[in-house]
């Protein structure tokens, strides 16, 4: 086996390792056949979900129920490798999996599309981008009124110095990114013991 492929492999056992991992199953013979897993991170009321692609021997098409989403709603999908390539995955716009091997796996991340339009991506650099590790409350803000546009917010967590780079999808479909750093007079205790820094990051570009 290659070094490239080598690092693949690897990637791939990292993958699968990813906390909460279960199989993509179904009855009969109408699921995948090959290696299909989700995770799910849950967000107060959001749910993002996390989709491992792998030793797919047919290709495969997905709907939100595939991966315990409901089918009556509308989500964002896409590729870790490819965060801005960001396509409507619902029961009517599903997602169509070629087949693949190890070495070339996929992972997948499924966002819920806010009644304002707007999408949350997390750190776009991670696998898992939306976990209570990083985030804390995440907020949508729609103007009823069709005055100052919508927009959303979420509070981060991280240490002095450092550089975080979080994803927003805005209401035409098009993904984007805010980069903040972190500010050592931004600090706060999170949890009884835990004391970290905390900031806002805004859709608009602002870190409060």
């Known amino acids: 086996m290659s070094i490239d492929k080598s690092l693949k ?8 390792a990813i906390g909460g991992m279960e199989p993509v199953q179904h009855p009969g013979n109408i699921g995948p056949s090959g290696e299909v897993w989700v995770a799910t991170s849950v967000m107060g009321a959001r749910v993002y979900s996390y989709v491992l692609v792998a030793d797919l021997a047919e290709d495969w098409t997905a709907i939100p129920s595939d991966f315990g989403l409901s089918d009556n709603s509308l989500y964002y999908i896409y590729e870790s490798n490819s965060t801005s390539d960001v396509t409507v995955f619902s029961a009517k716009h599903p997602l169509f999996l070629n087949s693949c091997g190890l070495d070339d796996f996929s ?21 898992v981008g939306v976990s209570e590790v990083r985030f804390g409350d995440i907020t949508s803000i729609t103007h009823s009124n069709g005055g100052g546009g919508s927009g959303m ?3 981060v967590y991280g240490s002095d110095s450092e550089e975080v780079e979080v994803g927003f999808i805005g209401t035409d479909g098009v993904a984007f990114t805010v980069t903040c750093i972190f500010d050592s007079e931004k600090r706060a205790r999170r949890g009884l013991l835990e004391e970290c820094l905390v900031m806002t990051v805004h859709s608009s570009g602002e870190c409060m």
């Open 107 to 127: 992972v997948y991340t499924i966002a819920p599309v806010e009644d304002s339009g707007m999408s949350f991506q997390g750190e776009v650099s991670k696998w």
């Open 9 to 16: 492999r690897a990637a791939y056992e990292s993958a699968v």
């Open 153 to 155: 917010s979420a509070v």
